[in-house]
């Protein structure tokens, strides 16, 4: 994403517009000047927000990235085992005799 | 079986296995793979299982006794009802370090750890946003 470019043709989406007045008096609804339903062309604000995110904030593509990596970790992988297993090891398992004592007891080592 | 490379009692890595299938129970894949590995190696484990991490066994103790430190814990957990699951103690844990960078979770005289990083070194740089606040 270090040669991203902006594309001209998503700068303008297409929305339709179905919104009605209803607390607008009939008459003024009437009026040429009121908007009507249909299809209305309007620039693109939130690729343009997303665009300048890019252009002015350094490393923000790189910066998104390492969130989602980093949210994956902290949800899918069992680091709680791991801080288990090192308070464990620390605590009573760095001790190879107490280990085979206490825990594998009757197995040949 | 205590320096076994895949298995053994004697890394962290290798150890956390054993508290995956305390915590799996009987019928988790990670119970079920010790089991296989080791018979595959001509060792059949199926009796020593209890005691090795059933009730009473050191393993299901400290296990035990480390979880409650984590749910117990106020600054870390902060889901009702209080578990020691990722899904309760990712936010603390990433948002303000307090995993790793808190002594009420470790269990009397372990030494402190910095950062996940410590525990998972292919990581490459501490992953708490935490980690870089004062």
């Known amino acids: 994403m270090t040669d991203a470019a902006w594309l001209p043709q998503k700068s303008v989406v297409n929305y339709t517009l179905d919104y009605e007045y209803t607390q607008v008096v009939e008459s003024v609804q009437n009026e040429e000047a009121a908007p009507v339903p249909g299809s209305v062309q309007y620039l693109n604000l939130g690729a343009q927000n997303v665009w300048y995110q890019m252009q002015t904030r350094p490393r923000f593509i790189l910066a998104w990235q390492a969130l989602a990596k980093i949210s994956n970790y902290f949800y899918t992988e069992n680091y709680l085992n791991k801080f288990y297993a090192y308070n464990a090891l620390e605590y009573f398992f760095n001790d190879y005799a107490a280990v085979q004592n206490y825990v594998l007891r009757g197995l040949t080592p | ?134």
């Not at chain 2, 054993?18 to 010790?34: C, N, P, R, V």
């Open chain 2, 1 to 134: 079986m205590y320096n076994d490379p895949e298995f053994g009692m004697s890394q962290t890595d290798t150890l956390s296995k054993w508290f995956a299938a305390q915590i799996g129970g009987t019928s988790s894949d990670e119970y079920a793979a010790i089991l296989a590995y080791f018979n595959n190696k001509g060792i059949d484990l199926s009796t020593y299982m209890p005691n090795i991490v059933g009730q009473g066994s050191m393993i299901f103790q400290l296990s035990i006794v480390n979880q409650r430190l984590i749910f117990t814990n106020p600054d870390l957990v902060i889901c009702r009802p209080a578990k020691a699951s990722n899904e309760c103690v990712t936010p603390g844990a990433w948002g303000s370090n307090a995993l790793m960078n808190n002594s009420y979770n470790y269990i009397h005289g372990t030494p402190l750890l910095n950062s996940i990083v410590d525990l998972e070194p292919v990581l490459g740089y501490p992953y708490e946003f935490g980690y870089f606040l004062t």
